[in-house]
Every structure is written in structure tokens, then in C-alpha cells.
């Protein structure tokens, strides 16, 4: 995928990995990168166009996008990790989990989509989508929703040449982790 002047959204970019693919979308000369997060001013990379975004809100995902109409390139990165498990959690947290790393990516990619032909998504996803551990059990079956996703959007579309990735990380030096 070429970065070098490409217009690029990424959700979650206040801090940790979000931030980090800002910086490096940058590096790489991108043309424009918005940095999304629920709290804007939390964003202080120079040279973004910091956006409001809280990705389970579809009227906040509806403004992001026609803010943004010139993206062709989104990185669905905002998550949440509640340490919830599944039999014994909050049912409330655990919808949480799935209303972000599922239907947030999907409002995303939905609002989104019309835009991207001949453009990309990637989504971040997690080696823990394969994997179930005591007290992650409502990330574990988030991510791997949001994984499944990831592969049905995949063929949805190709018809528009929009190529859909997921990246399965293991650990990475978070706040979150």
C-alpha cells in the first residue's frame, strides 16, 4: 500500500498504538492523516487534523466521515480491554467489549466504505483472537468477531478493489497492555 501522500484515518489515536501509527504514517509521508480519538484534545501530534470519534456512536462515526471525504486509507485501531470474562462478567461490560471491536469497527468500515474503492482498511486485531484466556474471555470472543469481520468485509469488497487486512499482534507495550 502506498502511504507516501495518501489520506488516512486512524481511530484511537490519542495514545499507545493509535499514536504510534499516527507518528508513522507521518514518517512516510502521508498526505493527510486524521487522528481520531473521543477527546480530540488529547491529540498533540503536530500536522493531524485531529477529529472527534467514539466509533460505537453512529452519529459521531456519521460526522467523522463526512469530515473526512478524502480518506482512502482507515486503520480501525480504538479498543477497550475490560478483563471481563464470560460466564462469571458484567453482561454490560461485555457488551461494551463487542460494541466496540465489532459494531464499532463495523459503523466504521460502513460509513467508510463508499470512499475506499481502490483504497485500504486494516484492521488491528489481536493474537487473542485464536486464543481464550481466563479473565479476557469478552476481548477473546470481541476480537475474534471483529476478526470474522474482518474476512466476511474482505469479500464484500472486492469488487472495489478495497483491500481489507487484519494485523493479529501479540503483546505490545501499551497502556492497555
Do not use: C
Not at 489481536?126 to 486464543?131: F, P
Amino acid at each position: 500500500m502506498r502511504i507516501n501522500g495518501a489520506h488516512v484515518l486512524v481511530t484511537g489515536a490519542n495514545r499507545g498504538l493509535g499514536r504510534q501509527f499516527v507518528l508513522s504514517l507521518l514518517d512516510r509521508g502521508a498526505g493527510k492523516v486524521y487522528a481520531t480519538a473521543r477527546r480530540p484534545d488529547l491529540i498533540d501530534i503536530p500536522g493531524v487534523i485531529p477529529l472527534r470519534l467514539d466509533i460505537t456512536d453512529p452519529a459521531s462515526v456519521a460526522a467523522a466521515a463526512a469530515a473526512a471525504p478524502d480518506v482512502k486509507i482507515v486503520i480501525n485501531n480504538a479498543g477497550i480491554s475490560t478483563g471481563a470474562n464470560l460466564v462469571t462478567g458484567d453482561l454490560d461490560t461485555i457488551r461494551r467489549e463487542m460494541d466496540t471491536h465489532f459494531y464499532g469497527t463495523l459503523n466504521v468500515i460502513r460509513a467508510f466504505a463508499p470512499q475506499l474503492a481502490d483504497g485500504a482498511i486494516l484492521n488491528v486485531l489481536s493474537a487473542i483472537s485464536w486464543l481464550a484466556f481466563n479473565g479476557a474471555g469478552a476481548y477473546h470472543a470481541a476480537k475474534a468477531a471483529e476478526w470474522a469481520l474482518t474476512n466476511s468485509v474482505r469479500l464484500e469488497l472486492a469488487d472495489q478493489r478495497t483491500l481489507v487486512t487484519g494485523l493479529h499482534l501479540g503483546a505490545a507495550d501499551t497502556d492497555m497492555m
